[in-house]
């Protein structure tokens, strides 16, 4: 296979290359922090504060008893998997496109509802504690990173430290807004009333065609909104023009002051605002080029920064808005979220699981590029995160001449791709700001990104069924390029693919239609309400939103003979047939009913010991709107839904999730048996020699290493607990970074290349010159078959790490390189890869291999024999009791001698694991089949005539080993014994006995001898030996 030259620069080895690098290469601007961190599992606070506090942290406790901080828990939902699983259930109960992205907002944000749960709340509990010590002020959880925010002190932060399931404890940094303002008059419009901005793009054009983005939701997260602005009131979509009725609740939200009607007190967010949906009622001031939009807002920033913490309550509540009691909706998240603010240059990923996951959901993610300030001087390689992610969609500025800002912060990304993506108009910008009134001379990316949301709205519009990745395409690809001097051809780092074209975007997709409108109501006591709803057309599953004020909607579709679906939350939904004319309009209203609300309930409990368990997180994986529920101390739940079919999730700690299909209808009655989980260590596996011959980086961050890892064949499945890595310093620069990221990907490529991403990216710190251990047990990565542990640079030339590889002897042919996101075999001039990985095994039912089910045994002394997992212990039951137990040794084999009882015997071998049971094996029955005791070849046979003081031999032979046996002498026809009492006879070999008499004197005619033999279950039989005895 080849491998990729255009886009990465090719790995080279440290030894090889030091002389040649050192004059060509310009030294990385990240600094990074030195943490000596020892490879043993953190068990101690103190510990675990260095590893996993920064610097900047510590030093903020130095001033300050009680600090804000920001806990980053290792384990990340997988999100992807459930959004797959929702286009299959979708694609096979053919749903239409609205209800697939619910159900896909729904799967998204269980997912990380599911995964935050689980991993928090040890720490939820020790935080709640300590808030009742008086050592916490406040804390909050965060489900779309999986993180907390939490005030407390150093001693507090440190004891978190400490919790495995916590990755890093991080300072709560600030982020700035975009903006800057120039003295310049204001522009004119060769339109009236239509700002100049809003000509540019072409998005007038549009409006007299009757696209405006009605019925679709930009959001901002930005300074807040003067929500009664004339330009801006009659857009909130928390008012209601038609009764001058308001209602914040799931349309406003106050991060930083918790304010609960919308304000502005730095006018950035109103001006951001007004360049997307503003317009007065009387068509006045068009400074908005989506008029018809509706909006909502996020407050993060006051006085031009922005905390960390409260950019991810934002970030959580444009995915799954709230109300003013925390009910959450993701029905009611926006289509797109306008982001004009960010933070410094270069790689810095704290906010790319936000915009990842956001993108997941079906919401645009558009980010402002960012301004020259005092602390970013512009020029190659400046774009601001969050901005220069991959998944961000970044907008550069231009002015009236279309050309680029000398303030608009230039690429390419630090992951080597041409940023920004597009340029809009960002150049003495009017919109409105507060007290009700407009400004001119607005310079920035600020100004240019909310353009760009808008003409997202207008997609939407004509196609609510777009992905993000379809409208990234469509922008990109008519958008009107624009090169200078200094950038000659296009696409490049200064415009992007060039200025954005609203017209264009959306002719698109709109070529020889015919228009399909009307109105979808509810009705209610007598009156037809509105309802915010979707129209869609279930043939190609386009679909427009309704406007949530009147009801109304408008769906430009191809011609031809189509069926369209009005629905709703809540609501029933209803289809009708029509007919799409070219340049023609066709009328369909709709009615939709409500749907009924139904219940289910039940009892959870251990599928081992039967035993109720508390504290069951139970939530519906297709409808994210309904909270979840928890398991009270007798394991039982009741959750109350609109009637329906789902997936009902049940999860805690210890135990694997249970997914369980489930229809409400009324009242319903579902029982869950969770399975508890085990597993035990099963060593490491690795392909290189250990001997340490080079070591190898990449220029820059971002690509990396890999080695295929396979399990033994005996083996289908394992637990990945570590990832097990050798670096070396080269001493390439005084200063070392230690930082770098783990991931762990299937096998499910092409020719058993990677396929899927199964944890990861997941930040570690090295131990230079030796194995560093990366603790991976709390993410719970299950791999069937082989898989490939990951390692990626994070750092750049020079002070990124070295990844020591052997000589090559031999070379495994496992090793690949990781480049612009795909996989290619490694060079064999490198040597292996020194990478490795620890897996365990989830602990197997015990199998009884001997004796097998039913068998007969005459001998009741057998040894059970069977397979289980090394290190656990099995109890072996026999008919329900215990009666014997051994360990299970390292070859997965375990033996117990048993004596089994007369009849059936039901064997059952039961492992145990830390004095948990973990399993049963199935039961073996055998049976124990007893002959009666048998007496042959009795001597004497013959008759004998003896003296006083003689010895005569009595013996036989039997069936019965280890019996009990004696005789005695009578005379004939008399039942009392001439012995004076039963004389013992001894078992001399396996079912032979032998005993001796001492002729008495006493003179007997004809004496008999009988002998009695009793075997171990107590059966008797007595003979008598036809040889008679004469005493002389």
């Known amino acids: 296979m080849k491998r990729k030259k255009q886009h990465h620069m090719r790995l080279f080895s440290i030894v090889a290359a030091l002389i040649m690098v050192f004059s060509l290469l310009t030294p990385g601007l990240a600094n990074a922090e030195l943490i000596e961190r020892s490879s043993r599992y953190v068990n101690d606070s103190e510990t675990a504060a260095k590893e996993k506090m920064s610097n900047r942290l510590l030093a903020k406790f130095e001033k300050d008893d009680r600090v804000t901080f920001l806990i980053k828990f290792k384990e990340k939902a997988d999100t992807t998997k459930a959004i797959n699983q929702t286009k299959d259930i979708a694609k096979k109960e053919k749903l239409s496109a609205n209800k697939e992205k619910f159900m896909q907002r729904s799967a998204v944000v269980s997912e990380l509802k599911a995964t935050a749960h689980e991993e928090q709340q040890s720490v939820v509990k020790y935080l709640e504690q300590e808030v009742h010590r008086g050592n916490v002020e406040s804390f909050k959880s965060y489900f779309i990173v999986n993180g907390m925010a939490v005030t407390a002190t150093k001693e507090v932060a440190k004891k978190i430290a400490a919790f495995s399931e916590v990755e890093k404890v991080l300072p709560n940094e600030t982020r700035q807004l975009f903006v800057s303002t120039t003295k310049e008059n204001s522009l004119n419009s060769n339109l009236a009333n239509v700002e100049w901005n809003v000509e540019r793009v072409g998005a007038p054009a549009l409006w007299e065609k009757g696209i405006n983005g009605t019925g679709v939701v930009v959001a901002s997260i930005d300074s807040g909104v003067q929500w009664d602005h004339p330009a801006l009131k009659e857009k909130y979509r928390g008012y209601n023009a038609a009764t001058g009725e308001v209602n914040h609740d799931f349309n406003w939200f106050d991060a930083t002051a918790g304010r609960s009607v919308p304000y502005d007190d730095l006018a950035h967010g109103t001006h951001v605002t007004g360049t997307m949906v503003g317009s007065e009622p009387d068509g006045s001031n068009k400074i908005g080029i989506a008029p018809g939009a509706k909006w909502i807002a996020v407050k993060a920033f006051s006085e031009t920064s922005g905390s960390d913490a409260n950019l991810l309550a934002a970030a959580e509540w444009i995915l799954a808005p709230t109300d003013s009691k925390g009910n959450t909706r993701v029905d009611m998240a926006p289509d797109v979220v306008n982001n004009s603010w960010g933070g410094g240059p270069g790689l810095d990923e704290w906010y790319r699981d936000v915009v990842k996951e956001w993108r ?37 500025a231009t002015d009236s001449n279309d050309i680029v800002g000398d303030f608009s912060l230039r690429g390419p990304s630090p992951y080597g791709e041409i ?59 008519t958008a009107t390029p624009l090169t200078d001097k200094e950038y000659p051809e296009s696409p490049n780092d200064g415009y992007g693919y060039g200025l954005v074209n609203a017209y264009n975007a959306v002719s698109s997709i709109r070529e020889g239609l015919g228009i399909l409108e009307g109105k979808v109501v509810q009705t209610n006591e007598g009156s037809d309400l509105p309802i915010r709803g979707k129209v869609s057309v279930l043939e190609n599953r386009q679909y427009v939103n309704t406007n949530p004020e009147n009801g109304a909607y408008k769906l430009a579709h191809a011609i031809g003979n189509y069926t369209v679906q009005a629905e709703a939350y809540g609501y029933q939904s209803k289809q009708q047939s029509v007919t799409f004319e ?44 309904i909270a979840p529920v928890s398991t009270d101390k007798d394991g039982r739940y009741t959750l109350t839904a609109y009637e329906g079919t789902y997936t009902l999730r049940a999860m805690r700690s210890g135990y694997h999730s249970q997914d369980v299909k489930i229809t409400i209808n009324g009242d319903s009655h579902v029982d869950i048996d969770l399975k508890p989980f085990f597993t ?140 612009d996101g795909e996989f290619y075999p490694a060079f064999v001039e490198d040597g292996n890869y020194m990478i490795r990985a620890r897996v365990s095994y989830e602990v197997d039912t015990p199998v009884i291999t001997f ?50 009882t007369k009849g059936e015997n039901k064997l059952v071998a039961v492992s145990m694991l830390n004095g948990k049971l973990t399993g049963e094996s199935d039961p073996v029955t055998v049976s124990l089949i007893k002959e009666k005791p048998v007496i042959k070849d009795l001597k004497p046979a013959i008759d004998q005539n003896v003296f006083p003081g003689e010895k005569v031999e009595i013996s036989f032979q039997s069936n019965v080993i280890g019996g009990e046996a004696n005789f005695e002498v009578k005379l004939p026809a008399q039942k009392n014994a001439q012995s004076s009492s039963k004389n013992k006879i001894e078992e001399v070999d396996p079912g032979v006995y032998k005993g001796v008499w001492t002729v008495p004197d006493v003179k007997i005619k004809n004496a008999i001898i009988q002998v009695e033999l009793t075997d171990a279950d107590g059966n008797r039989v007595t003979q008598k030996a036809k040889g008679k005895l004469t005493i002389n």
């Open 360 to 396: 997941n959901a079906g919401i645009f993610p558009t980010f402002s590029a960012g301004n020259t300030s005092m602390t970013n001087n512009g020029g190659p390689g400046s774009v601001a995160n969050p901005a220069n992610y991959p998944e961000a969609f970044a907008v550069g």
């Open 419 to 477: 940023k920004p993506d597009i340029s809009a108009p960002g150049a003495n910008i009017r919109s409105s700001i507060p007290r009700s009134d407009y400004e001119s001379g607005w310079d920035g990316t600020s100004m240019a990104a909310p353009a760009v949301s808008a003409i997202v709205a207008l997609l939407y519009e004509v196609d609510a069924s777009l992905s993000v990745d379809k409208i990234e395409e469509i922008l990109i690809k």
């Open 582 to 625: 070219k340049d023609k309009v066709l009328q369909a209203d709709f009615t939709l009913k409500e749907i009924p609300k139904g219940t289910v309930s039940g009892v959870i409990t251990d599928e081992k010991s039967g035993e109720a368990v508390e504290g069951v997180t139970l939530l519906l994986i297709e409808d994210a709107n």
């Open 680 to 819: 035990y260590p099963g060593g490491e596996i690795g392909y290189d020699n250990g001997i340490v011959d080079a070591a190898s980086m990449y220029f820059g961050g971002g690509a990396g290493w890999a080695v295929k890892m396979s399990l033994p064949k005996d083996k289908k499945s394992a637990i990945v607990t570590d990832g097990v890595f050798r670096f070396k310093n080269k001493k390439y620069s005084d200063t070392v970074g230690t930082e770098f990221s783990v991931e762990v990907w299937d096998a499910s490529g092409s020719n058993g290349l990677p396929g899927k991403k199964l944890a990861g990216p997941i930040t570690a710190e090295a131990v230079l010159d030796d194995w560093t251990v990366v603790d991976l047990r709390d993410y719970n990565i299950k791999v069937d078959g082989d898989f490939y542990m990951v390692y990626i640079q994070t750092l750049n030339y020079p002070i990124a790490l070295g990844l020591a590889t052997d000589n090559g002897n031999p070379y495994m042919e496992r090793s690949y390189q990781y480049l």
């Open 851 to 900: 004796p097998k089910h039913d068998e007969v045994f005459k001998d009741k002394n057998i040894m059970v024999e069977g397979t289980a997992s090394p290190t656990t212990t099995i109890k072996l039951m026999n008919n329900n009791k215990e009666v014997g137990t051994a360990k299970v040794g390292d070859d997965g084999k375990f033996t117990i001698p048993t004596k089994m």
